[in-house]
């Protein structure tokens, strides 16, 4: 009895794939949620490969102190990186290299926006971790941010290393063994199938369960970074309320709710040391949650 | 003896000495009411006064109050009380008179005077109204109107933004009117932010000489917006529970029937639902005045205090001082900001921003707190003398002005530092330095970019969203699905022979009839009919799972009929195979043509059953 419900869910996972697309909250729309490509891989290619170039020039250029043009060629490289993910052309390389040079210009915010885009489709990549770590270190918030412990990303290690369509694989291909076990124990009875059987599609609950949360992670719950150099968040949605606090560039909220031009966020802001200790200033040794309203255009969501 | 006269002479002057500070404590605030049960009430009711000298209670009777419109039917009757809360003695006399009304209309009771060393004391006078509507029966719900009501007040119908507003919901029921299931629904109060002050108030009041037990909450208002803002409706629903003493001998429950169960399980009790609402409030909001904004201003509205003080006054360049800044006193404690550090110059501290800390210190009467920050600074230059002066400033909703504390700089002794080693930016060469000492760590800085062509694909295409691949996913459920079907029939086949036999019997069936059509163009109408009945009867046979022998023509019509086969072809199947053994062993085998037709019809009945038994 239980072997038939176990398959009977099995063969529901299809239908559930049709669902997980809709599973989306009510909050902002997250910016990379836009998979049609209006331009072609060659295109993209050439624009990539430009600001690339334009990116390299302006590192030269900063070497030897001309800061003017080197501005210049980061910014045409900032619009040819823009232009190829406004195309719809998504790619973690695109958003690290927009990262970097959003970084260049001094911009910290816009900066670890396109790092934490990035690392939805290259979760492993060292270099894009350790930029993101440099840059959350210069902020003037020392946020205890939301970083997940790593105890819990040592064991659930897999949601963590794979991005979505790296998990959307796993789970097909879980499914497909899955399916070829169950066919071929039509056929023939073997006594082990049954193990196989439980170990496969015990696996493969796993991961669709991984994948669903994966996907809430990152497109059900709104995030957003402050993308100005500071930014009053307020008692209320609306000028006329007083201001609460300030956020800085770079600081990461959560989106609550929105009304109007306005946001409902939750700040997790760190408390700095201040004396009479062995730490350096600045270092960050706890938290303070705060909520308040903030004005949409100080926002980028991730 | 001595000891125990000793002993003796203590207790009672401590005795007297209490009861010398209680006859003090008595003394004070003394105070005579008049207060009545009804100030409303028909020709039949009778009217209970009650004088009640507070304060103490050796005093002579007070004197009975001129009364017209009613005579007095008996008393005074009289008790005393002492009450004790919260270490004070309230103690008091009441006379209470009953009264019956002589005439209709409306009439005064005049103040009754008591007289107490010395001194007179008088009660205030009431009005009382007699009219002649009939008393509601016993039947109907009591009328509550005067006896529940709810108010709700501000303390100030104007204020600033900020300021503190405090708003009071009072609850009356007149004095020992079992109320009970009290339900409170707080009023909305949006566009303010709201602070509860204290705990739930109770106390006795007199109104229109009726004494009424009140409950009253608070709660401390801060507009956050200027104009006219609404405070909602406050309702409040509760039980009025009148206790009905059910007849000695009730038929039912005789065990429990006591009076003593009834009290306790709350039995014959009636509730009287009551819900009452206030008004609702408007208070007018005004912007905080533009003239006089001092530029330290950020927000403060109340009454306020600052202290400002630091633990470490000797200090070396660059050394963290920790000043204490504690802002205190009525108002929005949460609205307070940071007091503004006057430095003469930018170069002389390094400031960190402050970290504070809130605490509400008195919810009684107004939310009174206090707001410390506590601010880092770092001297940078040793001829320093002084702390930064600091300055606060706020709104002072009582004066109607701007305010501002400025706390003098705080003396400070300043070191220089230890000689600053520059930061080398390339690796030093000297031999004479340790070797762990060659490696620094000279900047930090991002990592280059991304080059690599190859792998850049569109990666925003879900794989989960691909309608393809979740097509794709449907076939091997499909499979597995045929599979299984497919399996299930061939262990059928081999386990279930009616099951088999079933399934195949109209494919045998053709083979006869096959065969059959081979022995007509043989022209042998006696083999001929011999294997269309055979056919027919093995078809049969087959499909009701029962031996060919025993396939007969009635038994044949019972199992078509509990099949549901329609009367029209078991009346063909009989007829047919009737025929077939007729032509089978008789010379009337027909003509080639008939016997064609026979074979048609066979073949289309079997046809049709097959349709009809699958």
């Known amino acids: 009895m239980k072997i038939r419900l176990w398959v009977l869910y099995l063969l529901l996972i299809p239908c559930l794939n049709f669902g997980i697309p809709n599973a989306h909250c009510e909050s902002p729309k997250s910016e990379i949620r836009n998979p049609k490509s209006k331009i072609p891989k060659d295109e993209a290619v050439k624009l990539f490969a430009d600001a690339n170039e334009n990116y390299l020039q302006a590192m030269k250029l900063i070497a030897s102190k001309n800061t003017a043009e080197a501005d210049q060629h980061l910014r045409e490289a900032t619009v040819q990186y823009e232009a190829i993910l406004a195309g719809g052309f998504k790619n973690g390389q695109v958003y690290y290299n927009l990262g970097n040079t959003y970084y260049r210009r001094g911009e910290l915010g816009k900066a670890i926006v396109n790092y934490r885009r990035a690392a939805r489709f290259m979760p492993r990549n060292a270099d894009l971790n350790a930029n993101l770590r440099l840059v959350k270190g210069v902020t003037e918030d020392k946020e205890l941010s939301t970083e997940i412990p790593v105890v819990v990303k040592r064991i659930f290690f897999w949601l963590f290393l794979l991005n979505r369509n790296e998990l959307s694989i796993v789970a097909v291909s879980l499914y497909v063994a899955l399916m070829i076990v169950l066919f071929v124990s039509n056929i023939r009875k073997y006594a082990w199938f049954r193990r196989v059987f439980i170990g496969f599609s015990s696996a493969l609950f796993v991961a669709v369960v991984s994948l669903g949360i994966k996907i809430y992670l990152e497109q059900g719950v709104s995030r957003g970074v402050i993308v100005t150099s500071k930014c009053e968040v307020r008692y209320g949605p609306g000028e006329e309320y007083e201001p609460k606090f300030e956020i800085h560039n770079g600081s990461e909220c959560l989106i609550e709710g929105e009304k109007d031009d306005w946001y409902r966020v939750y700040v997790k802001v760190g408390v700095k040391q201040d004396k009479g200790s062995d730490a350096s200033p600045g270092e960050k040794i706890s938290s303070d949650v705060r909520r308040g309203w903030l004005q949409k255009k100080y926002v980028d969501m991730m | ?614």
């Not at chain 2, 909602?232 to 059910?246: D, E, F, T, Y």
């Not at chain 2, 386990?495 to 019997?505: N, T």
């Open chain 2, 1 to 614: 003896m001595m000891r125990v006269y000793n002993v003796y002479f203590c207790m009672v002057i401590s005795a007297m000495i209490f009861f010398g500070c209680m006859g003090k404590i008595f003394a004070r605030d003394i105070r005579l009411t008049a207060t009545v049960d009804q100030n409303i009430l028909t020709l039949q009711d009778r009217l209970e006064l009650t004088l009640t000298i507070h304060g103490t209670q050796d005093t002579a009777h007070p004197s009975f109050p001129t009364i017209e419109g009613f005579t007095l039917l008996y008393g005074p009757s009289i008790s005393a009380q002492t009450r004790i809360i919260n270490g004070e003695v309230a103690v008091s006399k009441a006379y209470t008179y009953a009264l019956q009304p002589t005439a209709k209309g409306k009439f005064t009771i005049g103040p009754s005077v008591v007289e107490y060393k010395g001194e007179k004391y008088s009660s205030q006078p009431l009005s009382v109204e007699v009219v002649d509507a009939p008393r509601q029966s016993a039947s109907q719900a009591p009328n509550l109107e005067k006896l529940v009501f709810v108010e709700l007040s501000v303390d100030k119908n104007e204020a600033y933004v900020y300021e503190q507003v405090i708003l009071s919901f009072t609850f009356y029921f007149q004095k020992g009117l079992p109320v009970g299931d009290i339900d409170y629904d707080a009023p909305s109060t949006k566009n303010f932010m709201e602070e509860k002050l204290g705990d739930q108030r109770q106390y006795e009041e007199i109104r229109d000489g009726i004494i009424y037990n009140v409950l009253e909450l608070r709660t401390a208002l801060f507009p956050m917006v200027s104009g006219e803002l609404t405070v909602s409706p406050a309702k409040v629903k509760c039980n009025l529970i009148v206790q009905q003493r059910r007849g000695r001998n009730a038929p039912s429950d005789s065990l429990f029937g006591d009076a003593f169960f009834d009290d306790f399980f709350g039995r014959d009790q009636k509730r009287y639902p009551v819900e009452r609402a206030t008004e609702s409030i408007t208070l007018r909001v005004k912007p905080l005045p533009e003239q006089g904004k001092p530029k330290e201003f950020k927000g403060a509205v109340g009454t306020f205090n600052m202290e400002v003080s630091t633990q470490a006054q000797r200090v070396k360049v660059g050394d963290p001082i920790t000043l204490s800044m504690s802002v205190y006193g009525e108002g929005n404690i949460q609205t307070i900001h940071e007091p503004v550090l006057a430095v003469d110059k930018e170069s002389d501290f390094k400031l960190y921003p402050a970290e504070s800390n809130t605490q509400i210190t008195s919810r009684e009467d107004v939310i009174r707190g206090r707001k410390v920050f506590s601010k880092v600074i770092e001297p940078q230059k040793p001829e320093l003398k002084f702390t930064p002066a600091i300055v606060f400033s706020f709104f002072d909703p009582r004066a109607g002005q701007y305010k501002t504390i400025t706390k003098e700089p705080i003396p400070i002794t300043v070191e220089a530092g230890e000689h600053e080693v520059p930061i080398q930016l390339t690796l030093s060469h000297d031999k004479t330095l340790p070797m762990k000492q060659q490696v620094q760590l000279l900047t930090e800085d991002i990592l280059p970019i991304m080059t690599n062509l190859s792998a850049l694909r569109n990666q925003g295409n879900d794989i989960y969203r691909n309608p393809f691949i979740i097509g794709c996913l449907f076939l091997p459920a499909v499979a597995v699905i045929a599979s299984f079907l497919l399996s299930r029939h061939k262990e059928r086949l081999a386990s279930d022979i009616g099951y088999a036999r079933a399934r195949r019997a109209h494919a045998v069936a053709k083979k006869r009839l096959e065969g059959a059509r081979t022995v007509l163009r043989q022209n042998q109408p006696g083999e001929f009919y011999a294997c269309l009945s055979r056919a027919m009867s093995d078809y049969l046979a087959d499909k009701f799972n029962v031996t060919p022998a025993s396939a007969t023509e009635d038994k044949v019509a019972d199992l078509l009929k509990q099949r549901g086969v329609g009367d029209d072809i078991r009346g063909e199947v009989s007829r047919l195979l009737t025929d077939f053994d007729h032509r089978r062993f008789s010379q009337e085998s027909g003509t080639l043509d008939e016997m064609e037709h026979a074979l048609k019809l066979a073949e289309e009945l079997i046809t049709k059953m097959e349709r009809q038994l699958s």
